[in-house]
């Protein structure tokens, strides 16, 4: 089969890999319909993570081939929706609502890679959700984000506590930001804040239910939120970038006893501990228990409820992939889906 493998930083071909086969009882092939590239797949472009020969790619959807002997909630010829983690959703810490930290968790980027024409899903009766039937391709966008931004945005817009009543300010304006907005709509905050200076972008987040637009940055953009708030910080914010600046940002912008989601992926973020503990927030975040949220997202999306596909603002074929790559590294795309 064809699947992306990044062989260094910058590096990044469409080759042949092997085909995946049933190793383990519990195991789906699923023969993928669409994937993409997330903004956390740009780490390891920039060289910021390790990247020696990576099959890429951890948002997927598509139709089962085969399943194991143990798999029961699946079968072929499924239309699936998968989480970025795996997950058997059976454990004590997925009962609890952490699927993202099962006992046997495993990371989809890296090691299996499903920016492919096929992938083998380990653990897939807690890992895979198959929607109501063959869904029309217009749709396949929508349940594409629902793999992983737009369940990490609405983790983030949870931990946040986004609710009626309640000013929610979103740091970033990638997918995930994006993403939060939408979640944070949803879920009936009043008021929403989307810090961006892009102008595509701050469109995209006005029509997903961002109320105002910040565009000023770090002490500056605190400022500037803490003006619309009476002074007071926004009751949650999501930090959906992962940077130094961005956190702290993040951080200033929530009022005290508010609640602070961060879901974007960070390298050498410090926080210093006496700022944290002086802010008297509360604070949740991490890899995303995306799986915890998907059948919830899934029928949203098949009732037509929420349309997170316009996210994609670039799609292009497998075989181009190191060019959506290049486009996204160049913030000329916010996310690139790519057909097979």
Known sequence: MRGVIMHSPGDVRVEEREDPRIIEPTDAIVTLRATCICGSDLWPYRGVEEADHLPMGHEYVGVVEEVGSAVTTVAPGDFVVGSFIISDNTCEICRDGFPSKCVHAQMVAG??????????????????????????????????????????????????????????????????????????????????????????????????????????????????????????????????????????????????????GYVGVNFDVHIPGIQLFFAGIHTLGGPAPVRRFLPDLIDRIWRGEIDPGKVFDLTLPLEEAPDGYRAMDERRATKVLLTL
Not at 201 to 222: C, F, M, N
């Open 111 to 260: 090691t299996i890679g499903t920016q492919a024409e096929k992938a083998r899903i380990p653990h897939a009766d807690g890992t895979l959700v198959a929607t109501p039937g063959e869904p029309d391709p217009e749709l396949i966008p929508a349940l594409l984000a629902a793999s992983d931004v737009l369940g990490t945005g609405w983790f983030a817009a949870e931990a946040a506590q986004a609710g009626p009543g309640r000013t929610v300010a979103v740091v970033g304006d990638g997918a995930v930001g994006l993403m939060a907005i939408l979640a944070a709509r949803e879920l009936g905050a009043e008021r929403i804040i989307a810090m961006s200076r892009h102008p595509e972008r701050q469109k995209l987040a006005r029509h997903y239910g961002a109320t105002d637009i910040v565009e000023e940055r770090g002490d500056a953009g605190v400022e500037r939120i803490r003006e619309l708030t009476d002074g007071l910080g926004a009751h949650g914010v999501v930090e959906a970038v992962g940077t130094q600046e961005s956190f702290m940002q993040a951080v200033g912008v929530t009022r005290g006893g508010g609640h602070l």
